[in-house]
């Protein structure tokens, strides 16, 4: 067989290969919304919501100067705080939280206010370097109190 219709078949072949993985890709995306709320200067916030967005994940980035006062009105105990908050159907999510542990709170839906992932973790989404262990998620209970949800 002659060297370019190998060529040119391989190259379809690929081709098709990476439109499938594409496709398979886009039908698993995450569908859901989420308000990423971040200070002007944070740049692994942005970083957070971008990976977000490449989930599929509808988000809307809201600026605000002082967070202080949204962490204290989603009731984020200090000890949970991390950079920036994030709205999710109705729950708040604190921090670098990844997408996988979103889901899989939002399935289960509990009676809860939300979660959080507190401080930046290396290698949790937006943040640089590699993760090193496993990261406690926590719970924040409607009247504050603070438990282990899961570890990731």
């Given at each position: 067989m002659n060297k370019k219709?190998?060529?040119?078949?391989?190259?379809?072949?690929l081709i098709s290969g990476i439109v499938a993985l594409l496709k398979?890709?886009?039908?698993?995306q995450a569908?859901?919304?989420a308000t990423v709320y971040k200070s002007p200067t944070c740049g692994c916030c942005?970083?957070?919501?971008?990976?977000?967005?490449?989930?599929?994940?509808?988000?809307?980035?809201?600026t605000?100067?002082?967070l202080s006062n949204s962490k204290e009105e989603n009731g984020i105990p200090r000890e949970l705080e991390s950079c920036h908050t994030s709205v999710v159907g109705g729950y708040v999510v604190e921090g670098h939280v990844p997408l996988p542990v979103i889901e899989t709170f939002l399935e289960k839906s509990p009676d809860i206010k939300g979660i959080a992932l507190p401080g930046m973790p290396a290698g949790s989404p937006g943040m640089p370097g590699l993760k090193q262990g496993k990261w406690t998620i926590?719970?924040?209970a409607h009247d504050g109190s603070v438990s282990?949800?899961?570890d990731y």
């Amino acid at each position: 067989m002659n060297k370019k219709i190998i060529i040119g078949i391989l190259t379809i072949l690929l081709i098709s290969g990476i439109v499938a993985l594409l496709k398979n890709s886009e039908d698993n995306q995450a569908a859901f919304a989420a308000t990423v709320y971040k200070s002007p200067t944070c740049g692994c916030c942005t970083v957070y919501g971008q990976y977000l967005k490449r989930q599929g994940v509808d988000v809307e980035t809201v600026t605000i100067d002082d967070l202080s006062n949204s962490k204290e009105e989603n009731g984020i105990p200090r000890e949970l705080e991390s950079c920036h908050t994030s709205v999710v159907g109705g729950y708040v999510v604190e921090g670098h939280v990844p997408l996988p542990v979103i889901e899989t709170f939002l399935e289960k839906s509990p009676d809860i206010k939300g979660i959080a992932l507190p401080g930046m973790p290396a290698g949790s989404p937006g943040m640089p370097g590699l993760k090193q262990g496993k990261w406690t998620i926590y719970a924040i209970a409607h009247d504050g109190s603070v438990s282990e949800f899961m570890d990731y």
